[in-house]
């Protein structure tokens, strides 16, 4: 394949949540860094199907870097969210038990919490539960009750560390899938891609479901990573004063069960399953799976309105055996980090992943900081209109009449918004890229009255993009493949 000099000290490969928090900590430095990703956006894997709660830190175990990892992620998050201006809400969570024979249990996860250094943990009788969730299951005995948890917009976050890395000089590849890798006798790597080959004397390997393939095509010791598929239901946002905190089950083998929490956007969340499946694309839903998560959502909290369901979605998290991040340079390919294997709690953690993969990229290249001054630390988001007083959107229209013109009626997003997202810094360039950005389609409807719309600004602002070629989420999900009137003579037949 041509070489197009694309040459970087460091290629980080994904554009979800640890790339993008990688890239933005390496922007600091004189590094030039370039992040390669196989979708056509940020935040096309595991970072947009989760649970989007911010973590305490009870769960992981002692001295594992998971745990380790968690506390300093939601320790940096709040203070991370002004900067970058993504919402976040501190509610807290509370893991419910129903049986006094299980309060051990409690017991132990409260130890545990303590052991990782959560601070202000408590567990809190039957009575104080009841007057934190009136509508916590009535076999509910005890909780942990942990007030640093919180929830989180996923996409908000990705989208403002990929659009602060390229502020700062990061370079953004989409539709990049590497495709073969090999060690250069002169030290780095040469990076095959569909868009061309990319060397780096450095490479981050972020690339989610399938880090394995990555880390196995220079590594000798051998990764697998087995997709772990959660199926979730959101319900609508008249159902989501329902619950007042993230509402957890006791964590089990296969992860922290089935929540039901409120969602930063005003709707109610309930699950996801755990199940290990082969394919790496597998995110379809499944009558089980849905049923399952029907069935548990109801052991921790009683009346779980889910006639209000909207929709249903899975994710895929990056799973191993050790259940346990897998973080460092392979000493078998000098210059490769892995950032692999990051499962829950990794949207929490990825701030201090961002940190840790960052300083270890600098001791491998011996990299310095920038000048002061020249790294940007701030990003300015785009307005909320369910924020904005009546007076404070009326000034926004008299600045711009395109904040008048309300495009998605069910989340209020306007024309100006849906714009703003498209130029900013790795815009949007798809309906998704417009909904992870702006908040459009995510209503009552699901985006049946403003994809057109949304689909005729996409074409009039980008150039090159006609009707014909605007996608929902990249190649192969266009929305329309022809003119009914073109069909129409094609076929030879007139109207009668």
Known sequence: MQDLGRQFDVVVIGAGVSGCAVARELARTTASVCVLERGDDVCCGTSKANSAIVHAGYDAMPGSLMARLNVEGNALMYELAKKLQFTIKSIGSLVVCTSERDMDGLRELFARGVANGVPNLEIVDRDTLRSMEPNISVNAVGALWAPTAGIVDPFGLNVALAENAAKNGV?????APVTAMERRPEGGFALETPQGR????????????????????????????????????????????????VVFALPSAMGKGVLVSPTIHGNLIVGPTAEDIQDKEGTDTTAAGLAEVTEKCGITVADVPLREVITSFSGLRAHRAEHEFLIGENPSAPGFVDCSAIESPGLTASPAIGRMVAGIVCDILGLGERAAGEFVETRQGIPNMNDLTYDEWGRLCEENPLYGRVICRCCHVTEAQIVDAIHRPCGARSLDGVKRRAGACMGRCQAGFCTPKIMEILSRELPGVSMETVTKAGPGSEFVFGHVKDAIAKEGCTHE
């Open 198 to 245: 990319f060397l780096a004397r450095c490479v981050v390997n972020a690339a989610g479901v399938y880090a394995d393939q990555i880390h196995n095509m220079v590594c000798e010791d051998k990764l697998e990573i087995v997709p772990r598929r959660g199926q979730y239901m959101l319900l609508d946002t008249t159902a989501g004063s329902h619950v007042r905190h």
């Open 171 to 175: 370079r953004f590849a989409f539709d």
